[in-house]
């Protein structure tokens, strides 16, 4: 069993910033991509970065600037730092991983629970 743990949420004035980080655990696998996506509060789920296994890197144009994506493969942690923040930036942040699994074929998506961002004064 394969899960992806987030941290690093929380509630944060406009103009602060935050680090998210993104673990995966269990055994006997590998990553492939990993990446983090957003859900805000009536609105459909969006793509903020992703970043491959080389550290390959890929944002959603509005997303370009204030946001950072990286990772440790040591440690199987994808991190999103998030600058200047916005209120509209409050949405619940979630990572997501492709993970191949010892003895499986192919790779399958997995993805955290989500950890949530506010950004309020």
């Known amino acids: 069993q394969v899960q992806l743990v987030e941290s690093g949420g929380g509630l944060v004035q406009p103009g602060g910033s935050l680090r998210l980080s993104c673990a995966a655990s269990?055994?006997?696998?590998?990553?492939?991509?990993m990446g983090w996506y957003r859900q805000a509060p009536g609105k459909q789920r969006e793509l903020v970065a992703t970043?491959?296994?080389?550290?390959?890197?890929n944002y959603a144009e509005s997303m370009k600037g204030r946001f950072t994506i990286s990772r440790d493969n040591a440690k199987n942690t994808v991190y999103l730092q998030i600058n200047s923040l916005k209120p509209e930036d409050t949405a619940v942040y979630i990572c997501?991983?492709?993970?191949?699994?010892?003895?499986?074929?192919?790779?399958?998506?997995?993805w955290g629970q989500g950890t949530q961002v506010t950004v309020s004064s």
């Open positions: 970043i491959t296994s080389g550290g390959g890197t």
């Open positions: 997501n991983a492709e993970i191949l699994r010892i003895g499986i074929r192919y790779p399958y998506a997995y």
């Open positions: 269990g055994s006997r696998f590998s990553i492939n991509a």
